[in-house]
């Protein structure tokens, strides 16, 4: 009797963390502690799952005493793989190459350069390669980003530079953005605040003509930080609800340190539906590349999390996203990632 309760209790309790971590969103557990980490990583957990599978199996063939328990319990974890390999099918692995490139479009780029560690000849060669017209850089100090825009406008590619820097010891506490002179004269909003613990920059344009762009970066969902990360959700979300409405609307680049399944609740109607962080809407799921994963470099691409975004109002397209898995090796624990935008109108 005892057996059968403690067996039972097993399947409830693992049935229980397993339906949170293959769709948090349906019982609001999305950005509480745990859960909120165990999501990011889904390609893992689905990897973990299935070896599980396996294992379990192997005791259910092997242990008359464990046969039902053993089955069950691998029957609830291929169920488990099944349907987080289905949501990531869903939001795709797609890398198609980018259209030409047409006068309107705009190309974005983001990097957090885990404090300048590529250095900032190869931030600049990066971004001079993919012309890009903005250039977010969470984690880069103004140091580094003023030589890339000085490299970027020696090799013909004028840039602007907007910092903002919470101390002066870690460079983890500064965000720079780039903005191409193209774009028209830009300057630092801080009316709306910032990001709690790490900045996010506003920046909006002179004269008014110009999207608004945000380069964000919320604090990471670890223990100790989880309000200022809830926190820092909710800004970027009103952000893009806010700016969103703005003339020329609101490009949002940067290591947002979430992914889609994060962003449950905090949406909000636009022209083409509901966004997918307030108004906004996310490259990556636009371009079917919402499961290619941004970090850590040190897992592949195809296990990591996709954390590292770029979003945009109603008034642009997205006509090209993907994540860049050639900077591995330079010395960030993020992959850079870059979008090509199109004026909707």
Not at 313 to 321: A, K, L, M, Q, R
């Amino acid at each position: 009797m005892i057996r059968r309760f403690l067996a039972a209790a097993t399947i409830l309790v693992v049935a229980a963390i397993l339906l949170a971590a293959a769709w948090p969103q349906l019982v609001g557990l999305e950005r509480v502690v745990g859960i909120a980490q165990l999501v990011s990583l889904r390609a893992l957990a689905a990897l973990v799952a299935g070896i599980g599978v396996v294992l379990f199996l192997v005791l259910a063939v092997s242990s008359k005493r464990m046969r039902r328990l053993a089955a069950t319990l691998a029957l609830m974890l291929l169920m488990f793989a099944a349907v987080t390999g289905a949501v990531l099918a869903i939001r795709g692995t797609a890398s198609a190459g980018f259209p030409s490139k047409a006068a309107n479009d705009l190309t974005v780029l983001s990097w957090n350069t885990l404090g300048d560690a590529p250095g900032a000849a190869e931030i600049a060669r990066l971004a001079i390669e993919q012309k890009a017209d903005i250039v977010s850089l969470p984690e880069t100090s103004t140091t580094a980003a003023g030589t890339v825009r000085d490299l970027m406008n020696q090799a013909g590619i004028p840039m602007q530079l907007l910092s903002l820097s919470f101390g002066t010891v870690a460079k983890s506490h500064t965000t720079s953005l780039l903005i191409s002179t193209k774009l028209g004269v830009y300057r630092r909003d801080d009316s709306h605040g910032s990001t709690p613990a790490l900045p996010s920059v506003i920046a909006v344009s002179v004269d008014g003509t110009g999207p608004t762009i945000i380069a964000a970066h919320p604090i990471s969902p670890v223990p100790g930080e989880m309000t200022n990360w809830r926190s820092g959700l909710g800004w970027l979300a009103a952000r893009c609800g806010v700016t969103a409405a703005a003339g020329g609307g609101t490009i949002l680049a940067g290591d947002l340190n979430s992914t889609l399944d994060h962003w449950s609740g905090l949406t909000a109607p636009s022209a083409h539906g509901e966004g997918d962080l307030g108004a906004c809407h996310d490259g990556a799921r636009a371009q079917k590349s919402a499961a290619i994963g941004s970090w850590p470099t040190q897992l592949p691409s195809s296990m990591g999390t996709p954390i590292d975004h770029v979003l945009a109002s109603d008034g642009w397209t997205f006509v090209g996203f993907r994540v860049i898995t050639t900077e591995d090796g330079a010395g960030s624990d993020h992959r850079p990632v870059i979008a090509q935008l199109r004026p909707s109108s």
